[in-house]
């Protein structure tokens, strides 16, 4: 679990949701050991440890999809247990945190997401992520949570056939 480094008492990064009552204002942000940076969000799905979720303009977490990252929103992940309808901090970097990943065989290996289910996997079909280094890899198609290297995580979009006319 991280510490906060920031001047919010009270808050508890890393960790599972506050419940169903916000106690601070959804967008507010924190800076917490090991460089981590931390958003508060309502969560509109439950969320275990790990998922990859795209937090939209009204600062509600939705588990990712490759539209929604393409679309600007941002890339965080969850570092606890959240219910449906919950309000908590999830993470948007750091060194190290935890992300579901499935199916990647190697730490070097290019991420995607697996859309609707938060859980980042090997194929980039329609595109890839930047600014994750995963440290341990799971070669399995069930997803686990490993820690992973996170600093301003973004999608690029795979141009195919594009070239000099």
Do not use: H
């Not at 309000?87 to 697996?114: M, R």
């Amino acid at each position: 679990m991280a510490v906060q480094n920031s001047s919010l008492i009270g808050a508890n990064l890393g960790g599972n949701s506050d419940g169903a009552t916000a106690l601070f204002g959804l967008g507010s942000k924190a800076l917490g050991t090991n460089d981590t940076e931390w958003i508060y969000v309502y969560a509109n799905a439950a969320l275990t440890t790990g998922q990859c979720v795209t937090v939209n303009s009204g600062n509600t977490a939705l588990l990712s999809t490759t539209t929604q990252a393409l679309n600007g929103m941002d890339l965080a992940f969850s570092q606890g247990a959240f219910t449906a309808g919950d309000f908590g901090w999830v993470c948007k970097g750091g060194n190290p945190i935890y992300v579901l990943i499935s199916s990647v065989s190697t730490v070097a290996g290019s991420l995607g997401i697996a859309d609707n289910s938060g859980t980042l996997t090997a194929s980039t079909v329609s595109g890839g992520l930047r600014g994750i280094a995963v440290i341990t890899a799971a070669a399995t198609a069930t997803a686990v949570v490993v820690q992973a290297y996170v600093r301003w995580p973004t999608i690029a979009l795979t141009l195919i056939g594009l070239g000099p006319g």
